[in-house]
Protein backbone atom coordinates (compact mmCIF):
# COMPACT_ATOMS: atom_id res chain seq x y z
CA UNK A 1 0.00 0.00 0.00
CA UNK A 2 1.31 3.35 -0.97
CA UNK A 3 0.05 6.79 -0.95
CA UNK A 4 1.99 9.68 -3.06
CA UNK A 5 1.32 13.22 -2.42
CA UNK A 6 1.90 15.34 -5.64
CA UNK A 7 1.62 18.61 -7.00
CA UNK A 8 4.10 21.40 -4.99
CA UNK A 9 6.45 23.14 -5.84
CA UNK A 10 7.72 26.89 -5.96
CA UNK A 11 4.81 29.75 -5.96
CA UNK A 12 5.25 33.59 -4.81
CA UNK A 13 3.71 34.85 -1.37
CA UNK A 14 -0.36 34.79 -2.20
CA UNK A 15 -0.64 32.83 -5.29
CA UNK A 16 -1.89 28.76 -4.81
CA UNK A 17 -1.60 25.43 -5.45
CA UNK A 18 -3.13 22.34 -5.34
CA UNK A 19 -1.69 19.32 -4.06
CA UNK A 20 -2.96 15.35 -4.40
CA UNK A 21 -2.78 12.45 -2.79
CA UNK A 22 -3.08 8.88 -4.17
CA UNK A 23 -3.25 5.66 -3.35
CA UNK A 24 -1.93 2.66 -4.70
CA UNK A 25 -1.31 -0.96 -3.99
CA UNK A 26 -3.48 -3.94 -3.57
CA UNK A 27 -7.04 -3.33 -3.03
CA UNK A 28 -6.44 -0.08 -1.08
CA UNK A 29 -9.64 1.54 -1.70
CA UNK A 30 -9.35 5.14 -0.22
CA UNK A 31 -13.34 5.70 0.56
CA UNK A 32 -13.01 3.56 3.55
CA UNK A 33 -9.98 5.58 5.32
CA UNK A 34 -10.19 9.37 6.56
CA UNK A 35 -7.51 11.52 5.12
CA UNK A 36 -5.46 13.67 6.61
CA UNK A 37 -2.78 16.50 5.74
CA UNK A 38 0.29 17.17 7.43
CA UNK A 39 3.30 19.41 6.63
CA UNK A 40 6.98 19.49 8.14
CA UNK A 41 8.58 23.05 7.54
CA UNK A 42 12.56 23.12 8.09
CA UNK A 43 13.82 22.53 11.46
CA UNK A 44 10.93 21.56 12.73
CA UNK A 45 8.01 18.97 14.01
CA UNK A 46 5.29 17.52 11.42
CA UNK A 47 2.43 19.58 11.95
CA UNK A 48 -1.39 18.90 11.36
CA UNK A 49 -3.13 20.96 8.37
CA UNK A 50 -6.22 19.25 7.98
CA UNK A 51 -8.56 16.40 7.89
CA UNK A 52 -11.68 14.92 5.77
CA UNK A 53 -13.93 12.13 7.00
CA UNK A 54 -14.50 9.24 4.57
CA UNK A 55 -17.27 10.68 2.62
CA UNK A 56 -16.39 14.10 2.31
CA UNK A 57 -19.40 15.16 4.45
CA UNK A 58 -17.09 16.83 7.49
CA UNK A 59 -13.71 18.66 7.30
CA UNK A 60 -11.25 20.07 9.95
CA UNK A 61 -7.84 22.65 9.77
CA UNK A 62 -5.65 23.81 11.73
CA UNK A 63 -6.39 27.79 12.88
CA UNK A 64 -3.46 28.98 10.93
CA UNK A 65 -4.68 27.58 7.80
CA UNK A 66 -8.56 28.12 8.18
CA UNK A 67 -9.76 29.82 5.28
CA UNK A 68 -7.29 29.62 3.01
CA UNK A 69 -6.64 25.60 2.49
CA UNK A 70 -9.62 23.53 1.61
CA UNK A 71 -9.57 19.27 1.35
CA UNK A 72 -11.84 17.68 -0.84
CA UNK A 73 -11.84 13.92 -2.15
CA UNK A 74 -13.24 11.97 -5.07
CA UNK A 75 -13.40 8.43 -4.39
CA UNK A 76 -14.19 7.39 -7.79
CA UNK A 77 -10.67 8.79 -8.75
CA UNK A 78 -9.28 7.12 -5.57
CA UNK A 79 -7.55 10.56 -4.87
CA UNK A 80 -7.63 13.25 -2.41
CA UNK A 81 -6.66 16.74 -2.70
CA UNK A 82 -5.44 19.86 -0.70
CA UNK A 83 -6.18 23.04 -2.31
CA UNK A 84 -3.91 25.80 -0.83
CA UNK A 85 -4.90 29.97 -1.80
CA UNK A 86 -3.32 32.75 -0.05
CA UNK A 87 -0.06 30.70 0.44
CA UNK A 88 2.26 32.64 2.24
CA UNK A 89 6.40 32.11 2.80
CA UNK A 90 5.29 30.40 6.56
CA UNK A 91 3.44 27.86 4.55
CA UNK A 92 6.82 26.18 2.98
CA UNK A 93 7.25 22.83 4.57
CA UNK A 94 7.19 19.39 2.77
CA UNK A 95 3.51 18.28 3.13
CA UNK A 96 2.37 14.86 3.54
CA UNK A 97 -0.95 12.96 3.29
CA UNK A 98 -2.11 10.09 5.60
CA UNK A 99 -4.93 7.58 5.82
CA UNK A 100 -7.03 6.72 8.96
CA UNK A 101 -9.11 3.50 10.03
CA UNK A 102 -10.33 5.37 12.89
CA UNK A 103 -13.69 6.95 12.14
CA UNK A 104 -14.39 10.21 12.40
CA UNK A 105 -12.02 13.93 11.82
CA UNK A 106 -8.35 12.70 13.05
CA UNK A 107 -5.82 15.18 14.47
CA UNK A 108 -3.42 13.02 16.12
CA UNK A 109 -0.60 11.69 13.81
CA UNK A 110 -0.61 8.69 16.33
CA UNK A 111 -4.22 7.73 14.56
CA UNK A 112 -3.29 7.59 10.96
CA UNK A 113 -2.28 3.83 9.68
CA UNK A 114 -0.25 5.09 6.36
CA UNK A 115 1.91 7.74 5.08
CA UNK A 116 2.62 8.93 1.83
CA UNK A 117 6.03 10.46 0.66
CA UNK A 118 5.60 13.80 1.03
CA UNK A 119 5.89 16.89 -1.97
CA UNK A 120 7.80 20.21 -1.09
CA UNK A 121 6.01 23.42 -1.47
CA UNK A 122 7.95 26.59 -1.22
CA UNK A 123 6.33 29.83 -0.83
CA UNK A 124 8.81 32.86 -1.57
CA UNK A 125 8.40 36.45 -0.78
Known amino acids: VQLQASGGGLVQDGGSLRLSCTASGYAFIISTYGMGWFRQAPGKGREFVGAITRTGAKTTYADSVKGRFTISRDNAKNTVYLQMNSLKPEDTAVYYC?????????????????WGQGTLVTVSS
Open 98 to 114: AASTTYGLQIGQSTYDY
